[in-house]
């Protein structure tokens, strides 16, 4: 059964505390693994899509990376308004599955 | 601002009850897709338009039926409502694809709540 499991459900970081978020995965013909940040009763915003494993995408002070069960998304120097709910998705065929999201609260 | 809106923001209706959700995609976007968003289950993909025609289909109940218009906007229709049917509905579009997967520009959302 395709699945998507995103660990922690929860962290709490205080402000320059670096560290990292992680999506595993388990499917069957991956065409693209993909990060959202959602805020609050807001749709979520695209960060990163990353295709195959090994790749490395990075954004201001996300950098997302992916092998071939799962992927990373590593948060550098963290501000308070990185503050958010990070969510990880995975296209199978036409197929998406999303996991449930790892809520980020940085704190000053 | 994405550039996909919603329409409405919020509906609150009885349960048996039929509503529509309405959703434009992004200029230049020829996809959209619809998903449900309810507290215990994450975000659930339902169903994928591509210009007009259906292209993917996930975990969309008999009830509920989607269509793409010829000015690529979408309609969501959810019938004989349920008390679990309450959820963020959201819509998301993206461009077409060129042989990559594109990323989903999503919509701020449909509250709707089943009394």
């Known amino acids: 059964e395709d699945q998507v499991t995103q660990s922690p459900e929860a962290l709490r970081l205080q402000e320059g505390e670096s560290s990292s978020l992680n999506c595993s995965y388990t499917v069957s013909g991956l065409r693209g693994l993909f990060w959202y940040r959602q805020d609050p009763g807001k749709g979520p915003e695209f960060l990163f899509t990353l295709y195959s494993a090994g790749e490395e995408k990075e954004k201001e002070r996300l950098k997302a990376t992916l092998t071939k069960k799962e992927s990373f998304l590593h948060i550098t120097a963290p501000k308070p308004e990185d503050s958010a709910t990070y969510l990880c998705?995975?296209?199978?065929?036409?197929?998406?599955?999303f996991g449930t999201g790892t809520s980020l609260t940085v704190i000053p | 601002d994405s550039g996909v809106t919603q329409t409405p923001k919020h509906l609150i209706t009885a349960t048996g009850q039929r509503v529509t959700l309405r959703c434009s995609p992004r200029s230049g976007d020829l996809s959209v897709y619809w998903y449900q968003q309810s507290l215990d289950q994450g975000l659930q993909f339902l169903i994928q338009y591509y210009n007009g025609e259906e292209r993917a289909k996930g975990n969309i109940l008999e009830r509920f039926s989607a269509q793409q218009f010829p000015d690529l906007h979408s309609e969501l229709n959810l019938s004989s409502l349920e008390l679990g049917d309450s959820a963020l509905y959201f819509c998301?579009?993206?461009?077409?694809?060129?042989?990559?997967?594109?990323?989903?520009?999503f919509g701020p959302g449909t509250r709707l709540t089943v009394l």
């Open positions: 998301a579009s993206s461009p077409p694809s060129r042989g990559a997967i594109n990323e989903q520009f």
């Open positions: 998705a995975v296209r199978t065929g036409n197929q998406f599955y």
